[in-house]
């Protein structure tokens, strides 16, 4: 059975928001979902309460208290808490998704680790579990399954503030214990009440398991554990392996001493002892079964010089149960045989929980049943691999193998596996088909050819090949038709990424140049060799006889090649003297003149010095923004007076 298409919440789109992609893994109290946040375009784990609590009033009030108190719980070794929500009947909670493997994947992998590994856990885990006591949060429910280890070495911890959530439902009546039984303290069996001081005792629990393999007690049933954890003192981790470090022994003793008075008073305390005990503890050799090689989180695989595997717990639930039962000692646990006990104290047995104890006996069969018709298997991570060899890893796990249509990529190289359907690290069931979707590689497509286009033509065709309009500028350019694309950048035929904008060089045609001030026969001969036809217009005007004194079009004006140009000047009747006589009240005599100079084709850089030397001042004027004079006025060998300024042209 394809569990993924089973489940009605895989493609929906939650919220208006999260669109759930798939089912990662299913827990006692929760199903968690790979999804994507289509608002913000990111990758979460969403994981949704089962409807059991979701229909409960009281717990989705206190689900939605705790949440937004473990949002504002912002530490590195803590899973982020995006949101939380409801849509219809699902209740949900949007957090980071961390890809890798939790702590007990790695526990089933290699079995105990060294002392030093051990504390290099741990010692982030009690970092985040001491940033959560500091803001008066408890966890309640710290065990393996709830350690994340990423696929980059980090240490995450998950699911703060969901056991007291649950405590808020109606499943629960007082007299209930709720947690896993494996790492639950006395005082959450014996009262249910939890402080910072449990969690601590559920951390040395787990250093117990690290470093052993195992937890401390077992027993036939949840209760019978529960009993030890009351009654019973935690052995030494050395008493099982001999090699592990005393002070491994006395940090476990004291954060899991059954009085809670005596255990470190928070996990910063403990964190300070095991930073302490990470410092004096010796680089100790490997153990018979390891490499002796430094622990790193993304191990997958037992390693393969071990002979035989310790003992690893079973997945432990989270427990809701009644705490009355774990008071009196299950049989067979603690002091004298049952027959015995009987014989003095006039056993009676009580029947209520000889029919629980049944109960629970059938229902652990029902459920080994049920597993074992239904196997499941973790999907491998097939990205980045050629299709063959991803068809063959998936076949080899037992899967069906589907190749989807190509998808271009940027990053993934062609004919490797750009992802996969169910995606990577999720638990299907064996035998279910696993869609593959090969990388066709990035995408690229060419500059189409442009030229002589107009700008609308050219948005077009750029669009037709998956292209988009860049910026647009004009260069004057005789020789196109004004609006007419001369040029693009990226060039023509360059093959780029699809989207990419292509910036447009439009021909602005002839750009009237600016000719007032120039002599009639320069201007004519100039506007001439620009392709422009040039009509002369003389009117009676108080300025110098034979200067431009207005022109037509405007300057600066976009035109066409051959375009009519009016030039209007000064009657060219009289000479200069005439002009400056009536237009100056000074006398000749009283005037210095001086021979202007010739400085057509020079720079202008000396061709101003030189005019300012001889007293001149100087104007430039652009007609090509070339470097050298093109005209001057006054003209060459012209008297004009000292201070007289004179235009050059370039």
């Not at 989180?297 to 774990?326: D, G, I």
């Not at 989207?499 to 002599?519: E, F, K, Q, Y």
């Not at 004006?557 to 209007?568: K, L, R, W, Y």
Request: net charge neutral; proline share 7%; glycine share 8%.
């Amino acid at each position: 059975m394809d569990t993924t298409i089973a489940d009605p919440l895989v493609g929906r789109l939650l919220d208006g928001r999260y669109r759930i992609e798939s089912r990662i893994a299913r827990g006692g109290m929760a199903t968690v979902y790979l999804a994507l946040d289509i608002r913000l375009d990111r990758t979460v784990a969403l994981k949704v309460m089962h409807s059991s609590l979701a229909e409960d009033p009281a717990f989705v009030r206190r689900f939605i208290g705790e949440a937004k108190s473990v949002a504002s719980l912002s530490h590195p070794n803590v899973v982020h808490v995006f949101d939380q929500g409801t849509d219809g009947d699902v209740v949900y909670l949007s957090m980071e998704y961390v890809p890798g493997k939790t702590l007990r994947d790695v526990l089933r992998a290699r079995g105990r680790l060294p002392a030093r590994e051990a504390l290099e856990i741990m010692i982030p885990v009690l970092a985040a579990l001491g940033a959560a006591h500091q803001q008066g949060m408890v966890h309640r429910d710290m065990k393996p399954e709830n350690v994340l280890l990423t696929d980059d070495g980090r240490v995450k911890v998950v699911d703060f503030g969901l056991a007291r959530a649950i405590e808020a439902t109606n499943q629960t009546r007082t007299g209930m214990m709720i947690g896993t039984i494996g790492y639950m303290s006395p005082e959450q069996v014996t009262t249910g009440g939890a402080d910072v001081r449990s969690d601590v005792y559920a951390a040395g629990i787990m250093l117990f398991e690290l470093v052993t393999g195992r937890q401390p007690y077992d027993g036939e049933t949840p209760m019978s554990v529960a009993y030890r954890h009351v009654h019973d003192t935690v052995p030494p981790p050395s008493s099982l392996i001999p090699e592990v470090p005393p002070l491994i022994d006395t940090l476990v003793a004291q954060a899991t001493a059954r009085d809670p008075q005596d255990r470190p008073a928070d996990a910063s305390a403990m964190l300070v002892a095991a930073v302490d005990a990470h410092r004096m503890v010796p680089r100790e050799s490997s153990p018979p079964y390891s490499t002796g090689q430094h622990f790193m989180p993304n191990a997958s695989q037992p390693h393969p010089q071990q002979p035989s595997q310790p003992k690893v717990a079973a997945p432990n639930p989270t427990l809701v149960a009644p705490r009355a039962e774990v008071l009196t000692a299950p049989a067979g646990q603690g002091g004298e045989p049952p027959a015995h006990r009987r014989a003095r104290s006039g056993f009676r047995p009580n029947w209520f929980l000889v029919t629980l104890a049944a109960l629970m006996v059938v229902a652990v069969g029902l459920t080994g049943w049920y597993f074992a018709q239904n196997k499941y298997a973790i999907v491998p991570d097939l990205v980045g691999r050629s299709i063959a060899v991803a068809k063959s890893e998936a076949a080899k796990n037992g899967f069906v193998v589907k190749v989807a249509q190509g998808q271009y990529d940027e990053k993934m190289e062609e004919g490797k596996v750009l992802s996969t359907d169910p995606a990577s690290k999720t638990e299907v069931e064996i035998g279910q088909t696993i869609t593959i979707v090969p990388s066709l590689g990035a995408k690229r497509v060419t500059v189409p050819n442009l030229e002589g286009l107009d700008q609308n033509s050219a948005a077009v065709k750029l669009a037709e090949q998956g292209l988009k309009v860049g910026k647009v500028t004009k260069v004057a350019n005789p020789k196109v038709q004004r609006g007419l694309v001369t040029q693009t950048r990226p060039s023509i035929g360059d093959s780029v990424k699809e989207g990419t904008r292509v910036n447009l060089v439009l021909s602005a045609g002839l750009v009237m140049p600016d000719v007032s001030g120039m002599s009639k026969d320069e201007a004519a001969q100039f506007l001439t060799e620009q392709g422009f036809q040039v009509q002369v217009n003389e009117v009676d005007d108080d300025a110098e006889p034979c200067q431009v004194i207005s022109q037509n079009p405007r300057p600066k004006a976009e035109v066409d090649p051959g375009t009519m140009t009016s030039v209007t000047v000064s009657r060219c009747g009289g000479g200069w003297m005439d002009w400056f006589g009536k237009n100056n009240s000074q006398a000749e005599d009283q005037t210095e003149f001086r021979i202007v100079p010739n400085v057509v084709f020079k720079s202008v850089r000396d061709a101003t010095t030189e005019l300012q030397q001889q007293g001149y001042r100087v104007r430039v004027r652009n007609l090509t923004n070339g470097e050298q004079v093109r005209f001057q006025r006054p003209l060459a060998g012209e008297e004009r007076p000292a201070n007289t300024t004179v235009t050059i042209w370039r």
